[in-house]
């Protein structure tokens, strides 16, 4: 298209100056030949009139003028003594009154005579159009008293010359607008239409159709990139492939660790349960001995229900188990179980009920509220607001806030924001099972520091779960 437009502005702009330099040049000729004649005819005819001429001796004068090669009719006028002598002749029927008002007086106009200007008076010109039709109507006065001459020449063969020349140009940008339509059809078969090809594919492979591939025919430049891309398609595809396989295996590895630790753990979690009610009865050498067994077993077992969860999400297992929930009674009833009642303080209406899974809040909540009990301090302030169609609850502790340059990392998966704590009771894991929990149901977590101070974790979830799902589905 763009092709086509510069085209048919090339051909225009040319067809214009073409038409504009002839149509100079055609008028300018004429228009030089039949003034040339006309002073020629003025000096050697008009001039030779007696200083009295009768209207016959006009007349022939006139027609001898008019019958000279370029073909014009000759009007002229002699005024003396309070009257006027006429003599006209031509192929046009030519009168005082077809001589423009404007051009009469510039030639009756006498100059002063110079070094410079040897003439009283000058020839002078115009070109109008009488009744539609072109003329050329020129005028001069002979110097001393002789007559004042009219010359009346038509325009029309110019004019139907130059219209001719006009058709001549339009066809010919026409002919230009369509070689140039082809040419470019030819050049989007040759060279855009390749270009396309490889841009879709292009986007295909970002897609994720890594096995996409182009058809290479010929041995220009496209086929050579058309290799290259090939090549690099399929190194792409390769390098994922292996990627994506390491990363299964250590899924798989992931999940067989966890699920293999299961086993002695729950014998070590029923020794330790064991040893933690005989504690007071034990030796107070071996007593701290058997209370750090008990506390690193519970965090063991931890560590392993996490990586277990963390390898469902990882493998897209992790499922929801919707229900009406109170909101309020959820939040309380995590905060109860683990007897966080004296460091939470709880701004949430009664009556507030979503649709989500409750197991699913209860973790969310409860890494977050732990999570600020540990590193910001009590008082955790937990409120629950409704948002139109999110539920939003946010908990914000007393503590000192998080750096800035930690707030990007917050739910990484085992990151720390202290490297000289490296072997805290957390595992790392806390904060990002639940912020996949939130992504499950549809949600997020986002993290900041409180205008008045302190970490604060805002949680945003669907009211109804099932519905953002099912959209989810039907898109």
Partial sequence: MVFCLVALVAAVSASGIAYWLNREA?????????????????????????ADPTP????????????????????????????KVFG?????????????????????????????????????WQRTKPRGNPYLVGGTRIVGGGPTGYMYKSLAQERDDLNALGWSLTIATGLALLGSALLAQAAARTVLKPVQRLGDAARRLGEGELDHR??????????????????????????????SAREEASRRFVADMSHELR???????AVAEVLEEEV?????????????????????????????????????????????VDVADQVTACI?????????????????????????LDVILANLIGNALKHGGSPVRVSVVV????????????????????????FDRFYKASASRPKSDGSGLGLSIAVENAHIHGGDITAANGPEGGALFTLRLPMDVGKVIAGDADA
């Fill in 387 to 410: 948002e139109g169609e999110w539920l939003v609850i946010a908990v914000q502790d007393n503590g000192p806030g998080i750096p800035e340059e930690v707030l990007p990392h917050v």
């Fill in 56 to 83: 016959e001796e006009m007349q022939r004068t006139a027609e001898l003028m008019a019958g000279s090669s370029p073909g014009y009719s000759v009007l002229l006028v002699d005024e003396r003594g309070g009257r």
């Fill in 280 to 324: 007071e009865d034990l030796d107070p050498m071996i007593a701290p001995a058997v209370a750090l067994v008990v506390s690193e077993t519970r965090r063991l077992n931890i560590l392993v229900e996490n990586l277990m969860e963390v390898t469902r999400f990882d493998a897209g297992t992790a499922k929801l188990v919707l229900d009406d």
């Fill in 214 to 243: 182009l058809d290479v025919s010929g041995t220009d430049e496209l086929a050579d990139l058309s290799h290259t891309f090939n090549k690099t398609a399929e190194a792409l595809e390769k390098k994922v492939a292996d990627m």
């Fill in 336 to 360: 109860d179980a683990r007897a966080w009642l004296d460091a939470v303080e709880l701004d949430a209406e009664r009556g507030i009920v979503a649709r989500l899974d409750p197991r699913r």
């Fill in 88 to 124: 006209a002749a031509g192929p046009d029927s030519f009168g005082l009154d077809d001589v423009p008002a404007s051009l009469q007086r510039a030639v009756n106009d006498q100059q002063k005579a110079t070094a410079a200007n040897d003439s009283e008076y000058h020839m002078y």
């Fill in 263 to 269: 086993t002695p753990l729950t014998a070590l979690t």
């Fill in 26 to 50: 055609v008028l300018t000729r004429t228009q030089d030949a039949a003034l040339g004649d006309f002073r020629q005819e003025m000096q050697n005819r008009a001039a030779a009139l007696p």
